[in-house]
C-alpha cells in the first residue's frame, strides 16, 4: 500500500530541503515593496513583487536597527536574507535582515561609514550640543531660495513670530557643488552672528541629499558657533548633518517652529502673569490696607498734633479753672479787704475826729491818754477833724462814779461818769 503522509510530514520535508539548499540560506533579492505594514510589535511584514512574481518577506524587529529609513508602498529595495517554510501556513517566505533602496547600497555603506568615524571622533557628542536661544530675534537659512522648504520656513515664522528677521543664503542643496555652497552659507551666516541657523531642504532620494552626508558639511555644523537646525528632507530620512546638528527637525516647518518662539503664546502668558499680578497686588494691597487701619487711628491718636491738641485742650480747661480761681480768690479778697476798710476806717483816728472825737498830745507830740502824764499849766494840742487846737491844763479831774455837776456834756443823763478832784483843785 502507497504510504500516506500528513500535512505536517510534507511541511516539515519541504522545510528541510530549504535548509540544506545554501543558496537559500542568504540572498539578496530586488523589487518592489507593495502591502508594507508596520506592526505594533516591532515587526514589517510587506510582499517584494516584480512584473513576474511576488514573494512575502518578514522583517523581525530585532534586525530594524540597521534599517535607515522608513518603506513606503512602491519603493524599489534590495532585501538580503534567507527563504524559509512557515510551517503553520505551508508557505515559504523571505526572512529579511537588512534592506537597502536600490541602486544606493553603495552609498548607504559610505554613509555607516562616515557615521562611525564621525560617532568614534565625538562630533556627535551631547556634550557640544549647544542650546537653541528660546527668542531669537534673527534666523539664518541655509537652503535653496526657491522651493517649498523656503516657503514653508518663512510662512511659518512670519505666522509665529513677525518680528524675526529671516536672512536667506541661496545655496545648492543637490550636484557635485552643493556641499561647499553649504559649507559657505554656514560660515556667511556665522559672520552676520544671526541667533540660529537652520541648514535643509525638503526630501528626496538618497542620492539627492547626499550634499549633506558629506564630512565637510557635518564639520562645519559642528564647529558653527551659531546653534545649527538641521531640517533634511522628510521625517524618515536622516543624514550625517542630523547628527552633527545641534538639534535636528524632522521637516522645515519643523525647524521654522523650533527656531522661534511663537509671539502670540509669549502675549498670552504675559497677558496672564499681568492679570495674576494684577490680583496679587490687589490682595496685598488690601491686607496691607486692613493692617494700616487700626495703625492709622493709633497714629492719629499717637500723633504729636493729636497730643498738641489734647494737651491744649486741656490746658485750656486749666486756664478756665485757674482764671475762675483767680476770679473767685480776688472776690473774696476784696470782699475781705472791704472788710478789713471798714473795720480800719471804725478804727481810724481820722474816722474818730470827724464824729466830733478830738486828739489830745503834749507838746513833744505824745499822746496824752493819762492825765498823770500833764500837769497844770502844760501845753497840749488838741487834734479835730480840720485842725489842731492849742490850749494849757487848767485843771486836772480823775474818772469817778458821777461826774461833777456842770460838766458839758453828760449831765443829766443819768450816766455821768464820777471825777475826783486832786487836793486844792476847784471844782
Not at 188 to 195: F, M, S
Request: aromatic share 8%; proline share 4%; hydrophobic share 40%.
Amino acid at each position: 500500500m502507497q504510504n500516506v503522509y500528513t500535512v505536517g510530514q510534507v511541511n516539515s520535508y519541504i522545510k528541510n530541503m530549504f535548509a540544506q539548499d545554501f543558496l537559500l540560506q542568504e540572498l539578496s533579492v530586488k523589487g518592489e515593496v507593495s502591502n508594507c505594514k508596520y506592526h505594533s510589535s516591532g515587526h514589517i511584514y510587506f510582499t517584494l513583487k516584480d512584473e513576474k512574481g511576488t514573494i512575502s518577506c518578514v522583517m523581525f524587529a530585532g534586525n530594524r536597527s540597521g534599517l535607515a529609513f522608513r518603506m513606503a508602498e512602491g519603493m524599489q529595495v534590495v532585501v538580503r536574507g534567507s527563504i524559509d517554510v512557515y510551517l503553520r501556513d505551508g508557505k515559504y517566505q523571505m526572512y529579511a535582515q537588512s534592506i537597502t533602496p536600490d541602486g544606493a547600497g553603495a552609498l548607504y555603506e559610505r554613509f555607516e561609514r562616515l557615521k562611525q568615524e564621525l560617532l568614534e571622533r565625538g562630533m556627535f557628542a551631547p556634550e557640544y550640543k549647544k542650546p537653541i536661544p528660546r527668542f531669537a530675534r534673527t534666523v539664518g537659512v541655509v537652503t535653496a531660495p526657491t522651493g517649498a522648504a523656503i516657503r514653508d520656513i518663512i510662512n511659518i515664522i512670519s505666522r509665529r513670530n513677525p518680528y524675526v528677521q529671516i536672512i536667506l543664503y541661496p545655496a545648492l542643496v543637490q550636484g557635485e557643488s552643493a556641499a561647499s555652497s553649504i559649507v559657505k552659507g554656514i560660515a556667511a551666516l556665522e559672520r552676520r552672528k544671526v541667533d540660529v541657523i537652520i541648514v535643509g531642504r525638503g526630501g528626496g532620494s538618497i542620492e539627492d541629499l547626499w550634499a549633506f552626508n558629506e564630512e565637510i558639511v557635518a564639520q562645519a555644523v559642528f564647529d558653527c558657533n551659531v546653534p545649527v537646525i538641521s531640517a533634511v528632507g522628510h521625517e524618515t530620512d536622516t543624514t550625517i548633518t542630523d547628527f552633527a546638528a545641534d538639534l535636528r527637525a524632522p521637516t522645515p516647518s519643523a525647524a521654522a517652529e523650533l527656531a522661534v518662539y511663537d509671539v502670540r503664546q509669549l502675549l498670552g502668558q504675559l497677558e496672564g502673569a499681568r492679570a495674576s499680578l494684577y490680583r496679587q497686588i490687589q490682595g496685598r494691597a488690601r491686607l496691607w490696607e486692613a493692617k494700616l487701619k487700626p495703625l492709622e487711628a493709633r497714629l492719629k491718636m499717637n500723633s504729636p498734633m493729636g497730643r498738641i491738641r489734647e494737651k491744649r485742650t486741656g490746658l485750656l480747661g486749666l486756664e478756665e479753672r485757674l482764671v475762675g480761681a483767680m476770679k473767685s480768690h480776688l472776690t473774696g479778697n476784696r470782699h475781705r479787704l472791704a472788710i478789713y476798710i471798714e473795720k480800719l476806717r471804725g478804727l481810724s483816728p481820722l474816722e474818730k475826729l470827724n464824729q466830733g472825737y478830738s486828739y489830745v498830745s503834749d507838746g513833744e507830740g505824745k499822746t496824752v491818754a493819762d492825765i498823770g502824764r500833764v500837769s497844770i499849766g502844760d501845753s497840749l494840742w488838741i487834734f479835730v477833724k480840720n485842725g489842731k487846737l492849742q490850749a494849757s491844763v487848767t485843771g486836772k479831774y480823775p474818772m469817778q462814779e458821777a461826774l461833777p455837776k456842770g460838766v458839758p456834756g453828760l449831765a443829766g443823763t443819768g450816766q455821768e461818769p464820777a471825777w475826783e478832784m486832786e487836793a486844792g483843785e476847784q471844782p
